[in-house]
């Protein structure tokens, strides 16, 4: 009897991590001239955290915690990189990846920012 416990408790692990259909990540790597067109004039936020308003211009504001910050962004070769002024802090870039309207920003090939990008009306 425990054994066949054990063997439905196993195979139900077994199913739970299977991939579900449809659900899967399909993350594809954004770059050169099309980081600049998926981040001018669009929102990029989590819905909690952080949301960032990325201008035609080169420029950025939003608010992170509440509190508002500015800085300006650019597309350096293949990366995004962006610039804080308030507060200030150092040129940063990172690699891109898109999976629809969901982004992370990657730094050494790890995930340091995700969110979605809105256009902005």
């Known amino acids: 009897m425990r054994s066949v416990l054990a063997n439905v408790l196993l195979c139900g692990l077994v199913a739970l991590s299977l991939p579900v259909s449809g659900a899967e ?3 594809r790597k954004v770059k050169g001239a099309s980081l600049q067109s998926l981040f001018q004039d669009k929102e990029f936020g989590d819905g909690v955290h ?3 308003h990325f201008k035609a211009d080169g420029t950025f504001t939003g608010t992170e915690m509440a509190k508002q910050v500015s800085g300006s962004w ?3 070769q293949n990366e995004f990189c962006w610039k804080w002024q308030r507060p200030p802090g ?3 870039c ?3 990846q898109q999976d629809g309207v969901h982004v992370r920003l ?3 090939a790890s995930e ?3 969110g979605t990008l809105q256009k902005v009306p």
Do not use: I, M, S
Request: charged residues 30%.
């Open 25 to 27: 990540e399909r993350w």
């Open 50 to 52: 952080f949301a960032y």
């Open 74 to 76: 650019r597309v350096k």
């Open 90 to 92: 150092p040129e940063e």
């Open 94 to 96: 990172y690699q891109v």
């Open 106 to 108: 990657l730094l050494n």
């Open 112 to 114: 340091t920012w995700y």
